[in-house]
């Protein structure tokens, strides 16, 4: 399974972009990347998934390079319920059994 | 659908007593699991399920039993409490969505206290 390292915490202000970068320098060919957050007393909630290059939905994008031993989550325009820990997940979890680090915890202020 | 339902929400048990987390799903997914969450850290997988009658070990399963009788429940077991196990409890269920991928919807959680 693939280490990864990600800031442990970070600030922002409202209405400003918000990129999480995940390091993970040993992830294997079939490696996908997955974004999860988790708002205070709720269980984490999907965001993204990716292989490679650019990936966007209503939530975020994900951008990965070509080697792929890094990733970005970037959030536009954050807002304070933005206020989460978001954790990257890297292989595993192909029965569900997904292993969890510690994750980014976002401080969106106004 | 109500997704993946937890019960119950808070509980408190003295040291050495044994109950059940319960947790069932509408979603028809084939996977299932249970993570533990301390204060400050991140989610750990304690067992897992890849179907009825299939389970598996997780990162941190001692003390922890569990069982899959049907699709929709996975309930979690705890033989003998100890404070260790004091912890915020999550279900979760999965499907695949391409790949070796899945995607997990996780419920409320029950926050456990063991004194």
């Known amino acids: 399974l693939a280490k990864t390292t990600q800031p442990i915490s970070m600030d922002s202000y409202e209405g400003q972009e918000v990129n999480i970068t995940c390091s993970h320098n040993?992830?294997?060919?079939?490696?996908?990347i997955t974004w999860y957050q988790q708002f205070p007393s709720q269980g984490p909630r999907f965001i993204i998934q990716?292989?490679?290059t650019k990936v966007t939905n209503e939530v975020a994008s994900l951008f990965i390079p070509a080697d792929r031993k890094s990733s970005t989550l970037s959030l536009p325009r954050v807002s304070l319920s933005d206020t989460a820990v978001y954790y990257c997940?890297?292989?595993?979890?192909?029965?569900?059994?997904?292993?969890f680090g510690k994750g980014t915890k976002l401080s969106v202020k106004p | 659908n109500a997704g993946v339902t937890q019960t119950p929400k808070f509980q408190v048990l003295k040291t050495g007593q044994s109950m059940t987390l319960q947790c069932a799903q509408d979603?028809?997914?084939?996977?299932m699991s249970w993570y533990r969450q301390d204060p400050g850290m991140g989610l750990r997988l304690i067992h897992y399920?890849?179907?009825?009658?299939?389970?598996d070990q997780g990162e941190v399963p001692n003390g922890y039993n569990v069982s899959r009788s049907t699709t929709e429940d996975f309930p979690l077991r705890l033989l003998s409490a100890a404070p260790s196990q004091t912890s915020v409890y999550f279900c979760?269920?999965?499907?695949?969505?391409?790949?070796?991928?899945?995607?997990?919807?996780f419920g409320q959680g029950t926050r456990l206290t063991v004194v």
């Open positions: 979760a269920s999965s499907y695949p969505i391409g790949g070796a991928n899945t995607e997990a919807f």
């Open positions: 997940l890297v292989g595993g979890g192909s029965q569900g059994n997904l292993i």
């Open positions: 979603m028809n997914h084939e996977y």
């Open positions: 399920s890849v179907g009825a009658g299939i389970t």
């Open positions: 990716g292989y490679k």
């Open positions: 040993n992830i294997a060919t079939n490696d996908y």
